[in-house]
């Protein structure tokens, strides 16, 4: 597996709290994201950063911010859950033009 | 906003058939194709990777790409109840995120 952890791995959470889940990568990659995976719509795009403290929106922003201080950290950050953000998410990393990694997987559940 | 489609299955074939994942793309401009396993419960796994017109072989793999058409394929030989998962068409533009198909879900019937 390419050095990508996410964690927390599971998470219960209830309406209206903030969450922030993490993503630690070991390779030195450029690029990292943030999808989300839900039945019926395959994985979607959340954020993704081009490089310290530069982000840009994904297809499903909304609801969602991130941060990324240092090259290998990337946070979500759920500023107050939803029921409706009860999902998989997933951190990925890639260095532009190929293939992306992905991490484990959090599983979020919203209550 | 770029697309990319997948049939969602089930595609069923019995063990030791080919089994062949199509994937169309809106992006004329996309220059990478990928395609991911993913099996239930777990993170999306690169199988294939492929840039340039034509066939692209990796063991049972075969990924097939037709950039008029716009048309990714994955072929897979000598089918296995272990390639039972779902299947995942990406593309990327230059330094774009990739975009995925919402994936096909491939069973093998030993």
């Known amino acids: 597996d390419a050095g990508i952890t996410q964690s927390p791995r599971h998470k219960v959470t209830e309406t209206g709290t903030p969450v922030t889940l993490r993503c630690h990568q070991t390779?030195?990659?450029?690029?990292m994201y943030w999808y989300r995976q839900d039945p019926g719509h395959g994985l979607r795009l959340i954020h993704y950063s081009y490089g310290v403290k530069d982000t840009d929106k994904g297809e499903v922003s909304d609801g969602y911010s991130v941060s990324r201080s240092k090259t290998e950290d990337f946070l979500l950050t759920l500023e107050s859950a939803t029921s409706s953000q009860t999902s998989v998410y997933f951190c990925?990393?890639?260095?532009?033009?190929?293939?992306?990694?992905f991490g484990q997987g959090t599983r979020l559940t919203v209550v | 906003q770029k697309e990319v489609e997948q049939n969602s299955g089930p595609l069923s074939v019995p063990e030791g058939a080919i089994a062949s994942l199509n994937c169309t793309y809106s992006?004329?401009?996309?220059?990478?194709f990928f395609w991911y396993r993913q099996y239930s419960g777990k993170s999306p796994e690169l199988i294939m990777s492929i840039y340039s017109n034509g066939d692209k072989e990796d063991g049972r793999f075969t990924a097939q790409l037709n950039k008029a058409s716009q048309y990714v394929s994955l072929l897979i030989r000598d089918s296995q109840p272990s390639d039972s998962a779902t299947y995942l068409c990406a593309v990327n533009s230059g330094n774009t995120p990739l975009v995925f198909g919402k994936g096909t879900r491939l069973s093998v019937i030993a």
């Open positions: 390779e030195n990659h450029r690029y």
């Open positions: 992006d004329r401009g996309s220059q990478s």
């Open positions: 990925a990393i890639s260095n532009g033009n190929t293939e992306a990694f």
